[in-house]
C-alpha cells in the first residue's frame, strides 16, 4: 500500500484498527518535526490555516507547525462565506471549481425584513458579482489541513497549546500537552501565531476581552432539512436561490444557509475523498474531468446530504417574557422557538418547509453562544500575532468572522515574512514596528469598524422605511467601482476592505445615521427620525452616484435599476452580471452559469 493509492486512509485504518483519528491524520504529515520550528500555529481552525497556506506560499523555505486541540477536524458554526474567501483560496489555493465537489455554491446575500403582524416583507438583495462557498466546517478545516500538509506544513492534531509569556521581550514559549513523542512538551519558534479562536489561548494572558459600546447580541441555532413536498406558498421571494439568507426584525436577525453536510462520512473514507482532489488539482487534472460529487460519495463511500443551518442573532437589551416554557426545554430551544414563534412570517416558513435535525452534531439540538461582540486588548507583540477569533469577533451578520478574519490571516503571514526575512540585528526593530501597525489595524479599525456596521444594520431592521434605504446605501457606501472590485486574489487592498466598511465614506455616513437613530436605542423609532434618516440616506446615494457613475447596480440588485432607483416592478437581475445560480433540472442544486455540468450529479 502507498500514499497514492485510493483508498489509502481506509486501508491504513483497517490493517490498523489501534490508529486513532489523531494518528490517522498527523501520519500524513510530509515534513521532519523540529523543537524549533520558524512558526507556530496554535489552533487548526479556518484561519490559522489560510495564515500557514498563505505563509508558506510567500515562504517556502520555512518550517512551520500547526497544533491542534481537538482529536480530528469537527463541526462548529460559520457556514458562510464571501467573495473575500474564495479570492484567497483562488490565489492561495486552487480554483474555486474544485471546491463545488465539497461545499455548496452560495451567490449573494438575501435579506427579508419581517414584521410582528405577519403582513409585510420587504426584500433587499446583492448578488451576481461573486461566487463563494457554503461550508461544512469539518470539511473545510479537513481539507484545508491536508492541503496544508500537501505543500510541507505539518499539522498536528490532538496536541494542546499553551504559551509561557512572562518573558515579554522574548518570543512566547510555547508549551504542548499530549504531543505524540514521549517527551516533547516545549518548542521554541521564531513567531507564533495565535489561531486558538474564542478560547484566546494566547490574547488571553494579555487582558480580558474588552466589550464594545452598547447593546451586545447572542445567538440561539439549530440544523433544519428542508421537508420532502414542503409547501411552496410558505417560501418568501427569490428563497431557493443559493444566497445566504437573512430574516430581519426589530431585535435582530436570523440565518438561512443550505449546505452540503459530509457529517455521516467517516474520517478515513473522507481523507481518502480529499486526498484524490488534492492530487487530481496538483498533477492538473481541471475541476471538470473530476466526477461530481455524487460519484465521489461512492466512489469514497462518503455520503452526503442538504441542511440547513438556522439561528437567530438579537440583541440583548431587549425583554424575553418571564416564562418561556411553552417553548420549549433548555435556553437555546425556548429562545429559538419564542422568536419563530413571535414573527408569523418566521414561523409559517419554518412549519412549511423545515424539518428540525434533533441532535445532529452530536448531543446537542440548540445552541447557544451569548455576548458575542467583543476584541481583546492585545493581538500582537514581540514575536506574536493573534488571528481570527482570538483577536476578536463581532456578529455573524454579512460573515465577517471568516472574510473580514481571512484579513487577519493574511495581513499577519506578510509581516511575519517580513520580519523572518531580515537579518538577525534588524529584526526586532521590525517586529516591533510590525507588532504596532497590526494592533493599530485589528483593535482600532477593523473591530470597530464591523462594530459600526452591525449598529447600522440592526437600526435599519427597526422600520421598514429606513430597511430600504439603508440596505442600498451600504452596498453603495462599500463598493467603489462594482464592476473593477472583483478580481480572482485576494489583495493587500482587500485586507483594508473589510468586506466594506473599510472606505471612509462609510465610516462618515453610517455615524450620522447612528446620530439620528441611536438616541432613542430601542425596538421602535419615531416618525421624525425615520425622515431625517431617509433624508440623509438620499443624499449619501445622489452623492455615490455622481462620484461612480458607471456602476450598473440594476445586474447586481433585484429591485433596483443602474441608478439605484427603486423599481416597484423589477424583480430580478438585469443580465450582464459577473455570475449566476443555474439549477440542476435533475438533482435540484445550483451550479454557476459558466460550469457545463452539474459539479453534484454531473447531469
Ligand atoms: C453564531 C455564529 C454564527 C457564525 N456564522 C458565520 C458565518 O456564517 N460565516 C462566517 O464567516 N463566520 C461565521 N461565524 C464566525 C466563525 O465561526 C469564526 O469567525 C471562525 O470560525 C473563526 O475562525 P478561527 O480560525 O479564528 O477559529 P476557530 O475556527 O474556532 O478555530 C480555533 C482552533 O483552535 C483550536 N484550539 C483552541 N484552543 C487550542 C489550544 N489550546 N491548543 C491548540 N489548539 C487550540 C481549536 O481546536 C480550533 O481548531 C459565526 C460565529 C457565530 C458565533
Redesign the pocket.
Known amino acids: 500500500m502507498t500514499i497514492d493509492d485510493l483508498h489509502y486512509f481506509t486501508q491504513l485504518r483497517a490493517t490498523h484498527p489501534e490508529l486513532t483519528d489523531s494518528m490517522l491524520l498527523n501520519s500524513n504529515n510530509l515534513s521532519r518535526f523540529s523543537t524549533e520550528p520558524d512558526v507556530v500555529v496554535?489552533?487548526?481552525?479556518?484561519?490559522?490555516?489560510?495564515y500557514a497556506i498563505h505563509l508558506k506560499n510567500i515562504s517556502p523555505h520555512l518550517n512551520i507547525a500547526i497544533?491542534?486541540?481537538?482529536r480530528a477536524?469537527?463541526q462548529?458554526?460559520?457556514?458562510?462565506?464571501?467573495s473575500s474567501?474564495s479570492r484567497f483560496t483562488t490565489g492561495a489555493v486552487m480554483p474555486q471549481d474544485y471546491f463545488f465537489r465539497l461545499f455548496g455554491l452560495k451567490d449573494g446575500l438575501q435579506f427579508y425584513c419581517i414584521d410582528r403582524e405577519g403582513v409585510e416583507v420587504t426584500s433587499e438583495d446583492i448578488g451576481g458579482l461573486d461566487l463563494s462557498f457554503q461550508l461544512d466546517?469539518r470539511m473545510s478545516?479537513l481539507f484545508f489541513t491536508m492541503w496544508a500538509q500537501r505543500i510541507g506544513i505539518n499539522v498536528y492534531h490532538g496536541?494542546?497549546?499553551?504559551f509561557d509569556s512572562t518573558h515579554h521581550f522574548n518570543t512566547p514559549q510555547v508549551k504542548l500537552k499530549n504531543f505524540p513523542k514521549p517527551g516533547v512538551t516545549d518548542v521554541d519558534a521564531k513567531i507564533v501565531c495565535d489561531?486558538?479562536?474564542?478560547?484566546r489561548?494566547l490574547t488571553s494572558k494579555f487582558g480580558n476581552k474588552e466589550l464594545l459600546d452598547g447593546w451586545n447580541c447572542d445567538?440561539y441555532?439549530a440544523y433544519f432539512k428542508e421537508k420532502e413536498g414542503g409547501k411552496a406558498e410558505t417560501r418568501l421571494d427569490h428563497w431557493d436561490y443559493p444566497a445566504?439568507k437573512h430574516m430581519c426584525f426589530p431585535e435582530g436577525w436570523g440565518?438561512f444557509?443550505k449546505l452540503i453536510s459530509w457529517h455521516h462520512a467517516p474520517l478515513a473514507n473522507l481523507m481518502d475523498l480529499v486526498a484524490y482532489i488534492i492530487n487530481k488539482a496538483k498533477s492538473g487534472v481541471p475541476a471538470n474531468a473530476i466526477p461530481p460529487t455524487k460519484i465521489l460519495s461512492e466512489m469514497f463511500n462518503c455520503p452526503f446530504e442538504s441542511i440547513t443551518?438556522i439561528?437567530w442573532?438579537v440583541r440583548n437589551d431587549h425583554e424575553f417574557p418571564d416564562n418561556l416554557e411553552e417553548y420549549g426545554g433548555g435556553e437555546g430551544e425556548r429562545k429559538f422557538n419564542y422568536f419563530k414563534v413571535l414573527y408569523p412570517t418566521l414561523n409559517k416558513l419554518m412549519n412549511g418547509v423545515y424539518e428540525l435535525l434533533p441532535k445532529y452534531y452530536g448531543n446537542q439540538t440548540y445552541?447557544v453562544?451569548k455576548s458575542?461582540t467583543y476584541r481583546s486588548p492585545v493581538v500582537a507583540g514581540e514575536g506574536w500575532f493573534a488571528?481570527?477569533?482570538?483577536a476578536g469577533?463581532t456578529n455573524?451578520l454579512i460573515?465577517?468572522?471568516?472574510?473580514a478574519?481571512i484579513g487577519t490571516s493574511v495581513l499577519a503571514a506578510n509581516m511575519s515574512k517580513e520580519i523572518l526575512d531580515q537579518p538577525p540585528e534588524h529584526s526586532h526593530v521590525v517586529m516591533k514596528k510590525c507588532a504596532a501597525s497590526y494592533q493599530t489595524y485589528s483593535h482600532e479599525f477593523m473591530i470597530p469598524r464591523l462594530h459600526q456596521m452591525n449598529r447600522y444594520w440592526y437600526n435599519s431592521f427597526r422600520d421598514h422605511r429606513l430597511f430600504e434605504v439603508m440596505v442600498p446605501c451600504f452596498w453603495t457606501l462599500g463598493v467603489d467601482d462594482v464592476d473593477s472590485q472583483y478580481v480572482n486574489e485576494f489583495t493587500e487592498e482587500d485586507v483594508y476592505w473589510v468586506i466594506g466598511v473599510g472606505h471612509d465614506d462609510f465610516v462618515d455616513f453610517s455615524g450620522k445615521i447612528l446620530d439620528i437613530l441611536e438616541p432613542s436605542d430601542g425596538m421602535t423609532v419615531n416618525e421624525e427620525k425615520v425622515e431625517q434618516a431617509r433624508a440623509l440616506a438620499k443624499q449619501c446615494m445622489d452623492y455615490r452616484k455622481e462620484r461612480f457613475p458607471g456602476n450598473e447596480w440594476g445586474k447586481y440588485l433585484r429591485r433596483h435599476d443602474c441608478k439605484l432607483q427603486l423599481v416597484p416592478e423589477k424583480h430580478e437581475r438585469m443580465p450582464g452580471g459577473r455570475c449566476f445560480g443555474v439549477r440542476c433540472k435533475s438533482c435540484k442544486v445550483w451550479r454557476h452559469n459558466n460550469m457545463n455540468a452539474c459539479p453534484v450529479c454531473g447531469a
Not at 496536541?159 to 499553551?162: G, K, M, N, R
Not at 488571528?387 to 482570538?390: K, R, T
Open positions: 496554535a489552533g487548526a481552525g479556518i484561519l490559522g490555516l489560510c497544533y491542534k486541540k481537538n477536524p469537527v462548529k458554526i460559520g457556514e458562510s462565506t464571501l474567501f466546517r478545516e496536541v494542546e497549546v499553551d489561531a486558538s479562536g474564542f478560547s489561548k445567538a441555532w445566504t440565518w444557509i443551518s439561528g442573532a445552541f453562544r458575542m488571528i481570527g477569533n482570538s469577533f455573524p460573515s465577517p468572522g471568516i472574510n478574519g
